[in-house]
DNA sequence: CATGAATGAGTATTCATTCAT
DNA sequence: AATGAATGAATACTCATTCAT
């Protein structure tokens, strides 16, 4: 079962699958879609599904790996760039990007978060965490005042998960008490105050 | 067909079945969870479970209804003493509590929110975020210096909304890479440092 | 799943049930045998049939069940009466009871003993052959100068085997070679010779 | 499409997918055995399976075919030698001969012959039989003392049907309550001893 | 009110067969 | 000739829901 593609065509239905199933994932959610509404989306039929995947939940890992992949590749580039900004551009700059990822394709990608959010916590959002985290570390070396800050791991736990949460669950909010432009802003000076009362708090006595 | 039970046998019965589906619910997770299980468990048939519901949704419904009470109740009592607490304080009481409360009944209410985090991001929690909402409000009021704080509302917003879901994430997490201590230090140090400086950044000037 | 029945209703299925499977397989054979055509014959639904039965192994199995209860319950009347037949007699009345046994129902019997054959030569057809074993030692202790034969054990398992099959093969055939009453004749002559002659060359030398 | 292989590579061909049927057969049983199997088994692709053969069946009749030949083939050379033995011998012979034969490419043979035996019980061991009757008949030749026998007919169909199906089951018993030393000696005996019997009942009176 | 037997549309998955390359 | 991707009907099994008792 589930042979490797060997030809170009083979390539082409496999990304054909995964992206149906992105689309019937943002529709109906994980629970309501069958391999019947893949192999319908992706314009072929349920047999060939199964020359590729060997069964349902093999095309929903490919698909979060794919998503995966796609925000690293998002955020990758960004890093140099935000590590030399402060740091409360630099949580600006991102939530843009963000607000610009989980847009595209009529929500495609908020919708599946929304779907992996609850199940696997942890599994599919970890390399996700790994980029984050990373980029706090090159921010950090950028910054070598900042390496004062006391609690980085967990400030920074804290931020990324809740962060991540703010803004998924911001954007599927049809009707948000408050804008995305404030939502980005107020994470923005939440870690900009830290850090600066970090910084004050933690200050060498050289006052007097 | 489903009638609102008008008895004490009723009411009893309703209560079985909602608490079957916590049990279900936190042991197969709701996609896995059948009418029949819920039956089981609580003692009844199939055919006296649709006496009570109209269907497996109302069933569900019932139980988040019951959640979002439940975690009502345990903040409720506490708003007056929140209230009063400085605000680093206030976070460490409410988030000593959340632990404890998720824990409850080998996790049951954790494993609930897990599932409705996905799902239903808004219509369950809501309830919830507004009595969170007036521990906020509560707070300030019962320390008017904080009225100077800018952007409550979005502060509030992303506080409550990340630091429900770091809760969360991090409980459900078998190997956490910080402590809960840590969590719940690191959140109250988030909040306090960021009051602290927008304390600082409006204040009147005096200084001259 | 698969609950035992509580009703008489319960249980005038589950004989439905079986009842359709025999036809079925007579019919189609094991391998083509689906669900869907038992439930039909049965006149139940799909869903009906899993009410009682796992899956479709144990229809089989329940079918397998009574066809053997079935032939242990012809024969085992006829015990004490073949006990004291003179051997070619005791074997033509067997062969004569099995003859309208296979050929009840349509040859339900006789077709799935062929189906049986194939597959788990043992298991099925390990209690009949008991029986049969029975009847000879019943034989034995009848005819106590029989007690003088050798191989006893191999000899039945011979017999017992290759009886069974030469029956089945020649029930089965359209146009057998020879007529069921000369097989049957002959298998009453190839066990009687046997034993004549057996008796002849173990007989205690009192020819001097 | 399915056309007589004209080449020498097309009879190769035809003959790694009949030993790849063989294979898959004996491993997992025919109901279980794909042409995907079989065409993996014989290195070859599905397609190149519908060259040779118009469908899957066609594959099992071959295999069949090679089967019965081969059986057939071992048993042709033996005919001049059996017939010349005294009976008893002869079976004795014919059975080690068997045994080998079934037990050849870990008992390959045999677990076709089991298939076989529950479905096409007359169609495929057709030939065998008529070359064990004829062995039947040559033995009959050379010991024209026999020709006094009576129901030859009914008597070789009963040994060899009966015969073939004591071997089977006994080689796929994993645990027979009789060696088949002690078989092979039965059946010896059981025809001797039958042919010896006769002989004396229809002896003519010469006593006097 | 309670029961649990019955339903049947729906689901994932398999596999013989075809056909464009 | 050979390939292997594509097909889709068929299969075993599930489960929310109904209804006769």
Known sequence: MARKPQQQRSKATV???IEASFICV????TAATTTRHI?????ISVGSLYEYFSNKEMIFDAMNERFVADVVAMLQPLVPVIARLP??????LILGHFEDFLGRNDQRYLKCARQAMGVDIKDHLGPITRVLMDIVMQHVMHHPEHMRLRHIPA?????INGGIFAIVRHLSDPSPP???EELAQGLADMISHYVAQEMLLTAPATQD
């Open 26 to 29: 943002a529709r109906d959610g």
């Open 155 to 159: 400030m920074s736990y804290i931020f």
């Open 39 to 43: 192999a319908d989306v992706a314009g």
């Open 87 to 92: 740091i409360g551009e630099a949580v600006k």
């Open 178 to 180: 408050i804008s995305y």
């Open 15 to 17: 990304d054909a699958i």
